[in-house]
């Protein structure tokens, strides 16, 4: 009989993130004002994001061992209560001259609760789900991320600017104690590993299992990985530098048309991973080929809108949906690389493959926006330079990585 998509515990799992992405959306977007009030740098609160973004890095792998070693469930409960209470907290010492000071420590506190919690939300779902399930699982996932990231921000803009800091960060909190709730009623019925000697052996022992099991038994699985970092590398230095960028500085449009392009990107992204619950059971891993070039064939457009005399909304209608082309081929190959990487990952090592994964995308992000920040300044009077390489490279490696994964 044919597994349910929407089964209990997976229900709760949904419920939960809708909650806790829904809390995360409106606290970061909160501080981000607060601290733009503050100091008036963007700058300042980009930095303490870049700051804080290293213990999710450097910890990541240790969440994955935990994540294999203990209750899942008990994980993500504890981590969610301890967020709640952590942002309850800063919000009560957050006065005075020391508002920067509480904001830094809630942010790096926030990355190292994430570092542990991530790996675990994500080996949930094989434990939940099984088959094509896991994939369609992953698509449902990612909609809720970004039905959030759509409408968080707006509805947290309107909270912040009628109630100020606090309050947002008091409902914030509450939506982690309510996640945490959902997420105590989840029975994912595995037993963990148990440990054998000590912490110091156990954490050598984990690292270097997982780690001969991606490099040696399942190199498709690494391979997998590396693409997933080196598409986040280039999407995300395109769109998240490239696009405020050519927006505002080349082609000289106000802020309303930033926004316009985000929503539309956050809607191509929900389209996406409704493009992935449909092609599942139909695009096979080899495919994603295929899906890797076409978010290389979207860049170029971009790039080749340049070429001609067109007026700037005109240009900007052309980039917008060539990135929105783009941002759809990127959700589907997100979800099916995460969901081949989890389907070929036994039970006991999925949480420290799945630590890996968010770590190396984690790192290829900044190092991508670094790398685009530097060539669009360069070149900021032929972005077509840019843009077309970029999308020629993206096609070769989808051409390259052209193999079909077991």
Known sequence: ?????????????????????????????????YVLEETGSAAVFAGILSVAAVPAIVLSPFGGILADRAD??????????????????????????????VISILLVLLSVFGAFETPTVQACIPSMLSGDNIVKGNAVVNQVASLSYLTAPMLGGVLYAAVGLKPVMYASAGCFFITALFECFIELGVQPKRCRGNIVSVVKYDFLTSIRFITKERADILKMLLLAALSRFFVMGVTLVGLPFIVRSILGLDAKYYGAAESMLAVATILGSIAAGFLTGRLKSGGLSVVLSAIGICIIPAGAAFLFPLRAVVTYAVIVAAFCGMQIAISIFSIFAVSMIQQNTPEHLIGKVMAYTSAITMCAQPVGQMAYGFLFDCFRQDVYLVLIPTGAVVCLLGLLSAERYD
């Open 1 to 33: 009989m044919e597994q349910k998509l929407f089964t209990k515990n997976f229900m709760l799992l949904v419920l939960g993130q809708i909650s806790s992405l829904f809390g995360n959306y409106i606290l970061r977007l909160a501080l981000s004002m």
């Open 72 to 101: 899942k469930r008990n994980i993500m409960v504890a981590l969610d209560m301890l967020t709640g209470i952590t942002v309850f907290f800063a919000a009560v010492f957050l006065y005075g001259g020391r508002g920067l000071g």
